[in-house]
């Protein structure tokens, strides 16, 4: 959990840092020119703050959303975001659909893992072919002796549809 929020602070951070650094350098100009006024240069760090927001939000909401992807996010905001496109690009891929999948092989939706969504090796079995006419007949026959054996037909219609099936089978055989 402490290491989340670093993550979600880390833009954050990195904004004060470079605010900070700014609003020291012009201190320090402020007093090698005496003539200056603080104000100017609170407000300067100020606007300079809210710049540095404005150009990372790209990364804040990344991170804010847990996005797969955050850590590309921030690079592609930081080398590319001054450019308009760079930087909308990033704001739509952070603000994107977060797929996150039980597996935990997440960001292969947004197209940058790109061995997440790969096709597996699988093998393709036949199907099973359908049973012989000889195997169907002993199917049917063993079937119709448990009839007679559970007490479903007498010993005779046994007979008679054994008789049946067995007639049947041969024309079967003879016409082939």
Do not use: C, Y
Not at 2 to 25: D, E, K, Q, T, W
Not at 79 to 88: A, D, P, R, S
Not at 98 to 113: A, Q
Not at 139 to 147: G, M, T, W
């Amino acid at each position: 959990m402490i290491g989340r929020r670093f993550l979600v602070s880390a833009p954050v951070v990195l904004a004060l840092a470079l605010a900070a650094n700014g609003l020291h350098a012009t201190a320090a100009m402020s007093q090698s020119n005496p003539g200056q006024d603080v104000t100017d240069l609170s407000l300067l760090a100020l606007i300079g703050f809210v710049a540095l927001i404005v150009f990372l939000l790209p990364t804040i909401v990344a991170f804010m959303r847990g996005h797969p992807n955050r850590w590309p996010i921030m690079l592609i905001n930081l080398v590319f975001g001054l450019t308009v496109l760079g930087w909308f690009g990033t704001l739509i891929w952070a603000m994107g659909a977060v797929h996150k999948s039980p597996t935990g092989s997440n960001g292969g939706e947004s197209g940058l893992n790109l061995f997440v969504n790969d096709p597996q090796a699988i093998r393709i079995a036949s199907s099973p072919e359908a049973p012989s006419e000889a195997q169907q007949l002993t199917e049917r026959l063993h079937n119709l002796k448990q009839l007679e054996v559970d007490g479903a037909i007498s010993a005779e219609e046994h007979q008679q549809l054994r008789g049946s099936l067995l007639d049947g089978f041969g024309r079967t055989q003879r016409g082939a």
